[in-house]
T-cell receptor, first 116, second 110 residues
């Protein structure tokens, strides 16, 4: 595929359940980002990966959130014991190198998470 | 204070009109600036980078004012297809983390 792929595209879950969101970046892109966008809000930075390392996890809202990346490719964002305030669109983006510059972010279509 | 602030709009303009809006940023160390476009329920996509001397891409013109710490986007001869939310994005030098504004909504009417 040519673009960033995210799955599932939609997820409805009950409060208290765990969810796992997947991101498949563009091949060869070393930098991978997770953002969250709530209705009518801007993008909230969650975490950044350079290769398989996450030098900055400061954006994760709580210890219920975790993320990993393997093989310098696929990343998963896991939310444990989901709460209603976790409802949002979770966007993954990748770029060839970090820091934007001449390497823009390419976003996936996002996962729309609804916690009931 | 938010790192990047935008007038949410909406800016409702007729086809063919010119529309312009600004984005202010708080960190004077910011070095890279971008405009992204986001259509309703779609992912953001890069519209254009913003260069120090200002730059143009077709009907779109971006300007940077470092002294007052804002960037602007001007759309000439608006088309219906320009209806979208425009996100201002700012990045500090040698920093991977881009900061996004909440967006300015533009609606072009026939």
């Amino acid at each position: 595929g040519a673009g960033v792929s995210q799955s599932p595209s939609n997820k409805v879950t009950e409060k208290g359940k765990d969810v796992e969101l997947r991101c498949d970046p563009i091949s060869g892109h070393t930098a991978l980002y997770w953002y969250r966008q709530s209705l009518g809000q801007g993008l909230e930075f969650l975490i950044y990966f350079q290769g398989n390392s996450a030098p900055d996890k400061s954006g994760l809202p709580s210890d219920r959130f975790s993320a990993e990346r393997t093989g310098g490719s696929v990343s998963t964002l896991t939310i444990q014991r989901t709460q209603q305030e976790d409802s949002a669109v979770y966007l993954c983006a990748s770029s060839l190198v970090p820091g934007a510059g001449n390497s823009p972010l390419h976003f996936g279509n996002g996962t729309r998470l609804t916690v009931t | 204070r938010k790192e990047v602030e935008q007038d949410p709009g909406p800016f409702n303009v007729p086809e063919g009109a010119t529309v312009a809006f600004n984005c202010t940023y708080s960190n004077s160390a910011s070095q890279s600036f971008f405009w992204y476009r986001q259509d309703c329920r779609k992912e953001p996509k890069l519209l254009m980078s913003v260069y120090s001397s200002g730059n143009e891409d077709g009907r779109f013109t971006a300007q940077l004012n470092r002294a007052s710490q804002y960037i602007s986007l001007l759309i000439r001869d608006s088309k219906l297809s320009d209806s979208a939310t425009y996100l201002c994005v700012v990045n500090r030098a040698n920093d991977y983390k881009l900061s996004f504004g909440a967006g300015t909504t533009v609606t072009v009417r026939a």
